[in-house]
């Protein structure tokens, strides 16, 4: 069975890691502003994103909030909690509207268990998030806004994979943390320059090399660090989302979801034992990929 799930990270599970998660996933959409996870919530549930985008934010006091890592059709959220994390450090807010497919944490930490290579993709996407965050303080601490605006542009059509993205000013501005007049010079001389075009909330890339040659370094290193990652895998960066359908009442539907299942019940590790202890007990050569 080769799977045709528009998440890359379900897409190319092994068949028998694939068979680990029949009849937990259920396909759900979002909007812009849903707010998946807030900060300091139990990790309940697991999110496996079709099409969109997710930001994880961090929130201020003063009701502001930075992004320090973005999710899309190539990433998994809340899978931390098959290593023993218990509640998001970080807040989750759909920044463009999709789907994704759900399934409690519970499931995945069980799957997780049964799994090896189940938990060496876990293991090397938690440490991808990780690495964004990394990048995105340095590159807010040394980059000017041109630089820091083509790298994100850059990075959310990577992860979104779409040329098209419904962004505002406003938004752009607070996942920048800058000023909105910042956002409005910087986003005017790059349609000046040929490389988007901007109107009415929507950003169109029209010349990705010219971009690629304003984005500081962040966004070629992050991209290296995630193809490194997995260069295990052969993954399909189309922008096309196949899997995903609309049954006949409207409902979405994707390949190995069940869009009507409903969650209840108290969650607990069938196996009595920790992936992080399985974790903790691999030699290293057991996340050594092999060329």
Not at 71 to 80: E, N
Not at 262 to 279: A, H, I, K
Request: net charge positive; with cysteine; proline share 4%.
């Amino acid at each position: 069975m080769v799977s045709t799930h528009p998440n890359s990270i379900l897409k190319h599970l092994s068949k028998s890691d694939l068979a680990l998660f029949e009849g937990a996933l259920t396909a759900k959409s979002f909007v812009h502003g849903d707010i998946l996870a807030p900060a300091g919530s139990p990790i309940d549930h697991v999110y496996f994103p079709n099409s969109g985008l997710i930001s994880i934010v961090v929130p201020l006091k003063n009701g502001d909030v930075i992004e320090a890592g973005i999710v899309g059709r190539q990433d998994v959220f809340g899978a931390s909690a098959a290593f023993g994390a218990k509640t998001h450090i970080n807040s989750a807010v759909a920044q463009m509207p999709g789907s994704f497919s759900m399934m409690k944490a519970t499931d995945l930490i069980n799957a997780a268990a049964k799994s090896e290579t189940l938990r060496r993709d876990l293991f090397l996407h938690d440490q991808f998030m990780l690495a964004q965050a990394q990048q995105s303080a340095a590159c807010n601490a040394r980059h000017d806004i041109t630089q820091r605006l083509a790298t994100w542009l850059l990075r959310v059509r990577d992860r979104a994979q779409q040329e098209e993205l419904a962004l505002t000013q406003e938004f752009l501005s607070q996942m920048l943390g800058v000023q909105r007049a910042s956002v409005s010079i910087a986003a005017g001389a790059m349609q000046e320059a040929g490389m988007i075009q901007y109107r009415r909330g929507n950003i169109h890339i029209t010349d990705t090399p010219k971009l690629e040659q304003t984005a500081c370094e962040c966004f070629s290193v992050l991209r290296e660090h995630y193809a490194r990652a997995f260069r295990h895998k052969r993954f399909n960066l189309s922008h096309n989302a196949p899997g995903l359908s609309f049954d006949n009442a409207g409902k979405l539907a994707c390949a190995v979801c069940q869009p009507n299942r409903t969650f209840s019940g108290s969650f607990f590790n069938l196996t009595g034992r920790s992936p992080r202890d399985d974790l903790e007990r691999l030699d290293p050569p057991a996340f050594r990929l092999k060329n």
